[in-house]
């Protein structure tokens, strides 16, 4: 039967104590993801996707709060909530090398207890739908980090999940093999009403392109959750401009923050220019930007004006982009 | 009981995978074979020399120090197997995480791994014994073997084992670095308080009351009594002769069933602690 929240967290926390700190990875996280929802976590790395997912498939324990996964307890009903779920990490060279891939995902099919023909079926049929039907017979040990990636979401959907986990899973695949992996787990949803699929990503497109639902999460709070339109109409009564400029120095960044009507200002730096995004509160306030720039010495080469995007609304949120972010974690 | 045999029966297919890939069978036969008879040859040479710079008592010590040296060579290497199926999985293969959040048993799964590395290496106890008879005299005939004791001494050893085995298993679940080395530095210390090598009369008398509490001991004295029919000879002095085989039998019923007993809850207790910690999907590339 199906439960009326696929997962259920409320005041979720997770604290990790060192000798030297206390850290908080969680703090207070509510969430609420009904079945047949493709539920995304955007957020930088240590914003606490990672260590939600842990506690929600079990394993990790939270140090305060309750989660429920398709309405077991992940504290008190472990083994029940691992009957109904399954996890695909990204970014991990994971498998056993001396086996084969077929051998690699029949053996899994066996923790779950599926029956062997069943399983065999069912590894045939996605080994054909991710491409790797010719490579059924070779070790893992012969593979690329692609071609493991693909076979670890083969395993993930192998016991046909009420739950399926995928934590940052098109880390490191290429373009193609990425854009595969995002069709079919909108096609899986879409054939199995009422499966659910939480997706941690930090990549705003995939996020935009895939999830019904997201979360924007950083330092272990939620900041925000919605669809991806709603999230953007939020900014829309905000303007949000796209500069390229010269490179610009951090002071310059420092005095544009503090013109009144400046939502927020995020900067990329590439080969010879930055690209700046600029969300202002009014059309009205961007010649005081501009006149900052020739203030700070920094020559203008183009300006747009666009509509908003999740990145927008993350730098929105969190007061910096998510690449800077990362640059300092 | 049914997810524990279905989880058993996976670890052993995938130890027996991984660990007998490694070669094709000729090279397993010969190392096999090879392995045993240079342990055994080693032995031998040690022994001799002892014999000629010491021993009073004159006994001719191979037949003991043979036995209790192979048979300790299943224990050191079922010891260690779920520690390093542990490490391997969760540091190495990067599975053990994906193993966990399955609904099998933990419990089962790393019994069966344990039973496949016993099973792949058993060969080399009785074509080690089989090379000490014929080729060092030690007497061993299967005329004489005990076959009803060496079977129920075996289950009863290697159950004592595969509880001490899940213990270092749960201990290395909590553990974030130099877990490669609880195994081996337990299955090291044990060999020198089990009287594998010698009689444990020659142990300082503090050590012969930490060698009298290993079960191992016992164990160990079992093989020997069902394998070689004057084990118990006095002249020996092995500090164990005065114990009656059923005696014997006894503490190792009652070690089996204690070691159950704790090693349960002990290993249940370590996951819970390595879940609290965060521990179970560790990689710490050290």
Known sequence: MQPEYAIRTVNLQRTYKTKERVLKALDGVDLAVRPGELFGFLGPNGAGKTTTIKILTTLLLPSGGTAEVWGFDVL??????????????????????????RENLWMFTQFHGMDSKVANKRIDELLEVMGLADRAKTRVSFLSTGLRQKMNYIRGLLTDPDVLFLDEPTLGLDVEAARTLRTYTRHWLDTNPGKTVVLTTHYMQEADELCDRVAIISGGTILACDTPT???????????????????????????????GVQSISQRSGDQRD???????DDAILPQVLSQLANHNAGLLSLEKRQPTLEDVFVNLVGHSLSESEATA | MQ????????????????????????????????????????????LRVLQRTGNASGADLLPYVFIGTVVYSIVALLLDSMAWAVLE?????????YIAITPSSMYGYLWGRGFAKVSINFLAVPLTLTFGALVLDIPIRLSTIDWPLLLVVSLLGLLIVTFAAQILAGVTLMIARHAGFVGQAVSGALY????????????????????????????LEGMRRALWVDAQNPVYNTGLNQLSTSNLLLILLGSAIAMAVISIPLQRRAEHRAKEKGLLDMNTAY
């Open chain 2, 89 to 97: 999985d969760r540091e190495r293969m990067g599975m053990l995480k």
């Open chain 2, 3 to 46: 997810r524990f045999w279905q989880a058993f029966r996976v670890g052993a297919w995938l130890g027996w995978k991984t660990e007998s890939n490694w070669t094709n069978p000729l090279f397993y036969i010969l190392w096999s074979l090879l392995l045993p008879m240079s342990n055994g040859l080693i032995m031998t040479m040690m």
């Open chain 1, 275 to 281: 690209e700046l995004s600029l969300i202002l509160r």
């Open chain 1, 76 to 101: 008190h009903e472990a083994d029940a909530v691992r009957r109904h779920i399954n996890m695909v990490s990204g970014g991990e060279s994971s498998g056993y090398g001396l086996l084969t891939v």
């Open chain 2, 192 to 219: 020198l308080f089990t009287g594998a090598l010698f009689p444990i009369t020659v142990l300082p008398n503090w050590m012969q009351v930490i060698t009298r509490a290993v079960p191992l001991t016992y164990w």
């Open chain 1, 230 to 260: 709603s999230l953007k109409y939020s900014l829309q009564q905000d303007v949000v401009f796209r500069l390229f400029t010269t490179p610009v120095a951090p002071a310059f960044l420092q005095a544009v923050e503090q013109i009144a």
